[in-house]
T-cell receptor, first 115, second 113 residues
Framework: AQSVAQPEDQVNVAEGNPLTVKCTYSVSGNPYLFWYVQYPNRGLQFLLKYITGDNLVKGSYGFEAEFNKSQTSFHLKKPSALVSDSALYFCAVRDWDGGYQKVTFGTGTKLQVIP | EADIYQTPRYLVIGTGKKITLECSQTMGHDKMYWYQQDPGMELHLIHYSYGVNSTEKGDLSSESTVSRIRTEHFPLTLESARPSHTSQYLC????????????FGQGTRLTVV
């Protein structure tokens, strides 16, 4: 069975500093990994995904994520945080489960960027 | 903005009432999903559909039911609302590929009093 872990409930970072939101995964086959962001009172928005190829994936709003197969991690990063980046971030993995595609979300990490 | 819509955005309703949360998408996606989101943020899959006349229960047991009579429409119904149903409900759809990302509606925040 596939699983995703986001070990930090909340991450605080000062504006202008680099940020990292952590995610580790477990799948039986190839990992198809996603990051989503949720602003208050909104649905989730897709940020980026890893399918295959380069381990560094670039996405929307200046975010990127680094895939590390040996550590089974897919951490979300941004070189310089903005106050407007404050939101909930969800990591997800999509895989086959008994003949059906299944998406599993992590528990979410609240990012707080401090002015 | 994604072409997936949920109505209503907010709903306050009394215990015992029947309610239907609407979800529609214009992207022609076969796969659609309903998630329930805790106040603390975690998402729980309660229903999914892989196409017309296909519906399955998700990981979290729910007293709600769904139907998929048309590709674009995936409504969720509660026959008798209870305070324990108070939550945020998110609808999503995705393309067929295992690589495809999901598109989410803006959610319905349901309060049962």
């Amino acid at each position: 069975a596939q699983s995703v872990a986001q070990p930090e409930d909340q991450v605080n970072v000062a504006e202008g500093n680099p940020l990292t939101v952590k995610c580790t995964y477990s799948v039986s086959g190839n990992p198809y990994l996603f990051w989503y962001v949720q602003y208050p009172n909104r649905g989730l928005q897709f940020l980026l995904k890893y399918i295959t190829g380069d381990n560094l994936v670039k996405g929307s709003y200046g975010f990127e994520a680094e895939f590390n197969k040996s550590q089974t991690s897919f951490h979300l990063k941004k070189p310089s945080a903005l106050v407007s980046d404050s939101a909930l971030y969800f990591c997800a993995v999509r895989d086959w489960d008994g003949g059906y595609q299944k998406v599993t979300f992590g528990t979410g990490t609240k990012l707080q960027v401090i002015p | 903005e994604a072409d997936i819509y949920q109505t209503p955005r907010y709903l306050v309703i009394g215990t015992g009432k029947k309610i239907t949360l609407e979800c529609s998408q214009t992207m022609g996606h076969d796969k659609m999903y309903w998630y329930q989101q805790d106040p603390g943020m975690e998402l729980h899959l309660i229903h999914y559909s892989y196409g017309v006349n296909s519906t399955e229960k998700g990981d979290l047991s729910s007293e709600s039911t769904v139907s998929r009579i048309r590709t674009e429409h995936f409504p969720l119904t509660l026959e008798s609302a209870r305070p324990s149903h108070t939550s945020q409900y998110l609808c999503a759809s995705s393309g067929d590929s295992v690589y495809a990302e999901a598109f989410f509606g803006q959610g319905t925040r349901l309060t049962v009093v």
